[in-house]
């Protein structure tokens, strides 16, 4: 049974940090590529970073360029996202994804409220 499933949400002043994590199992982890993903209320689901399968390399949507850092342990089936500086626009539900080619598996999220 395949799962992904987030953790690491909450509720942080603006300024603060917090570090997400996902653990993915019931597939190869170490093959698939593994993004997140966030969602604010009334907006579209947009990409945040995304890292190759083997960490090669890792790319981030430019608003959390310098602040947000996207990492993967494949011996632990594990992606973290660290994210810094965090800002209230930061504010959405966060997801994790795996991918490898037409293979998709999403978790349920986690919600991230930057808020004082």
């Known amino acids: 049974q395949v799962q992904v499933v987030e953790s690491g949400g909450g509720l942080v002043q603006p300024g603060g940090s917090l570090r997400l994590s996902c653990a993915g199992s019931?597939?190869?982890?170490?093959?698939?590529?593994m993004s997140w993903y966030r969602q604010a209320p009334g907006k579209e689901r947009e990409l945040v970073a995304a890292i190759t399968s083997i960490a090669r390399s890792a790319n981030y949507v430019d608003s959390v360029k310098g602040r947000f850092t996207i990492s993967r342990d494949n011996a632990k089936n594990l992606v973290y996202l660290q994210m810094n500086s965090l800002k209230p626009e930061d504010t959405a539900v966060y997801y994790c994804n795996a991918r490898s080619g037409a293979t998709d598996y999403w978790g349920q999220g986690t919600q991230v409220t930057v808020s004082s």
């Open positions: 019931g597939f190869t982890f170490s093959k698939y590529g």
